[in-house]
């Protein structure tokens, strides 16, 4: 039987004062368990403290890093635990096991990125606005940081490039998007300025200029959703479709989609990206027009109209208003939309379905909407599916809601 104390975390030293990242000023001696053990033990020990070896002893000699030889003891073996999770471990079935207490020097290897990022924050930084994670486009990786982070930026930066041998760039969104294009400014933390990187989604590529274009790898879950959604074979406008997060994988799947951005650099970085993963044109037709231009003159039957721009998406739902007037081919063709709207954490269904109304003027058939995930505190961006009722294609204008008495 094994059992363990377990003790308080360990941290690096405090740096409050440093502006510069100085690698040097992280060092810390521990006190750390180990079990000397017969080689023949020694799986079964590790296997014993499972989760408890101490792997933040990165040494490349050693595989694995919490393991050494016991050179003034030829057929033994040490095993090193990680003193932020045991403390004296009491050994009852191994009789041949050996406890010591051995002294491990750490340094800024040793150390997590927000390990020796909380270290340089001043204290009145909660843990909660420690940067520990962070969106990883290609080998970009793209940090949202607070006005309290300003003057630690720099470190920050340094210490993610550090910490991530896969990352080669490190950047900051800055508050401010282009509002025509949809991209945001953006500055560089640490590392090289290359903003061509491609990221991988639906076992697509997709190339891009990250400072040019918009992509969000956290909407991953609610591309495949929508993907899924739509049955092959079904025509589909997708009106702000960025670099091709639905359109690509949709028209792989067989559906017929027509694809329009308003960015020149979205519609250039699109008919790469349908290029590369070889997706024939007869699947994909690619355009570079305002949105409601697009849809009024496409002439053809639509099944589902795709509208991600979640700050303003519902205001070109006016675009339904007359669409089939005039058509007796598009006549009673249901056309299901999926429009994206940042909505208020407290009500988010009902207002989003408010917003859609207030623009048809009538309330939408079959609707639903999806709460796809907060973008603030108080923001929720929420996706409205529905169809579009047929009196708003035909363009007829809606009664007038009177008062009774």
């Known amino acids: 039987m094994v059992t363990a104390l377990p003790v308080a975390p360990l941290r690096p030293p405090r740096c409050p004062d440093m502006r510069t990242l100085d690698r040097s000023r992280f060092p810390l001696t521990v006190s750390c368990s180990s079990v000397e053990v017969p080689v023949s033990q020694c799986s079964t020990i590790m296997k014993a403290f499972k989760g408890s070896c101490c792997t933040r002893f990165s040494d490349l000699q050693h595989k694995p890093p919490f393991v050494r030889a016991c050179p003034e003891r030829p057929g033994r073996k040490v095993i090193l635990l990680d003193p932020e999770k045991v403390s004296s471990p009491i050994i009852t079935s191994l009789a041949e096991a050996q406890i010591r207490e051995v002294s491990v020097e750490l340094s800024y290897k040793n150390w997590s990125a927000s390990q020796i990022i909380r270290a340089f924050l001043p204290d009145n930084i909660p843990d909660t606005d420690v940067v520990s994670g962070f969106e990883i486009v290609g080998h970009i990786a793209h940090l949202n940081l607070k006005e309290f982070h300003e003057p630690y930026k720099a470190m920050i930066g340094e210490v993610i490039l550090d910490k991530n041998p896969s990352i080669r ?235 009774t008495e």
């Open 169 to 403: 760039t490190v950047i900051n969104k800055l508050n401010t998007i282009h509002s025509q294009y949809r991209f945001f400014d953006m500055e560089i933390l640490a590392g090289e300025e290359n903003y061509l990187t491609t990221a991988i989604e639906h076992k697509i590529k997709f190339s891009m200029d990250f400072s040019k274009v918009y992509w969000n790898s956290k909407l991953g879950t609610e591309h495949c959703r929508v993907v899924d959604a739509i049955p092959s074979g079904s025509t589909v406008l997708d009106m702000f479709c960025g670099i091709g997060p639905f359109a690509l994988p949709l028209a792989k799947k067989g559906c017929h989609v027509h694809a329009n951005d308003l960015n020149p650099e979205s519609y250039r970085w699109l008919l790469e990206n349908r290029r590369i993963n070889h997706i024939p044109e007869k699947f994909i037709t690619c355009y570079n027009k305002d949105g409601r231009g697009f849809v009024r003159e496409f002439g053809d039957p639509i099944d589902y109209v795709l509208m991600n721009l979640p700050a303003s998406a519902t205001k070109f739902l006016d675009v339904f208003k007359g669409l089939h007037s005039g058509s007796e081919s598009n006549s009673g063709r249901p056309v299901w939309v999926f429009c994206y709207h940042f909505a208020p954490v407290d009500s988010p269904e009902e207002s989003t379905l408010s917003a859609v109304e207030s623009v048809l003027g009538v309330r939408p058939c079959d609707p639903s909407v999806h709460l796809v995930r907060k973008t603030a505190p108080k923001t929720w961006m929420a996706c409205a599916q529905f169809t579009v009722p047929e009196s708003v294609l035909r363009g007829e204008t809606p009664a007038k809601k009177t008062r």
